[in-house]
């Protein structure tokens, strides 16, 4: 679960002039809200309680959905969907044992995703986009390529397993994982210059629960592991974790 932020919407109306068969469909969905427990940074520095909102919405070609953002299906044939989207990236704030970094704004990111889903309860899927709105050098390529898997468990419960893997550029990466000669001075952590690759694998299991009519408890766990250059980070090794968790709840209502 990701926080939407106003980017996310102006997109909406950006994609709305694109989809044109979208304003004879009903929306269709759940929408919610709930609590996250996860890292403030992608570094692990620390832990923090967030209330985050809860979106599955489809609107005929539109979706908008708490972890892939905003989509357009221009592409929509025999499984395969393609076509643009947009979605949040959340920054840093550099306090606690962060202090003398630089922060890093909230942004937008922008792209491209293809993905693959022959039946309801699975899909692989790739993105690749372009952050944009950060501060000086910020802003970079980044991308990541998953799949997911849904199952009955019986009683309306449903699971859901997914694998995920984060890249991205070198000035991306440097904007999280990256000390410069002015941070290290003002932090006391060791210089360190980040390269572009993979930065996490995250494995995340989730449930949804049915309380009554069209409302139901969502609950999700995950794991995530920094590899390369994420990994080598003097940050990581300083003062946050190459192995980091999340767990979060939602209650939402599903739209018939």
């Known amino acids: 679960m990701l926080k939407v932020s106003s980017a996310v919407f102006i997109g909406l109306l950006g994609l709305w002039g694109f989809s044109s068969t979208a304003l004879a469909d009903p929306i269709t969905g759940e929408v919610g809200a709930g609590l996250s427990y996860q890292p403030h940074d992608p570094t692990g520095s620390r832990y923090e309680t967030r209330p985050v909102p809860y979106l599955d919405l489809d609107w005929g070609n539109v979706s908008l959905s708490t972890d892939d953002g905003l989509t357009w299906s221009a592409l929509n044939t025999n499984g395969f969907t393609a076509g643009p989207y947009v979605n949040y990236l959340q920054g840093r704030t550099s306090n606690g044992s962060l202090q003398g970094l630089r922060n ?90 980040a390269s572009a690759g993979f930065q996490n694998l995250t494995l995340t299991q989730s449930f949804e629960f049915p309380l009554a009519s069209n409302w139901s408890l969502l609950t999700s766990a995950s794991w995530v592991h920094l590899v390369g250059s994420a990994a080598n980070s003097t940050i990581v090794k300083e003062t946050g974790d190459v192995n980091q968790g999340q767990v979060q709840t939602a209650i939402s209502y599903k739209f018939d």
Do not use: C
Not at 106 to 133: C, H, K, N, S
Not at 141 to 149: C, I, N, T, Y
């Open 104 to 193: 890093v704004s909230d942004m937008a990111e922008v792209g491209g995703f293809v993905q693959y889903a022959p039946a309801e309860f699975w899909r692989v899927y790739a993105q690749m986009g372009q952050t944009v709105g950060g501060g000086r050098d910020q802003s970079g390529v980044v991308g990541k390529l998953g799949g997911e898997l849904g199952y009955p468990l019986g009683g309306g419960i449903i699971g859901s397993s997914g694998l995920m893997a984060h890249f991205a550029d070198a000035r991306q990466t440097q904007t999280y994982f990256g000390v410069d000669a002015d941070e290290s001075a003002a932090s006391g952590i060791r210089p360190y210059n």
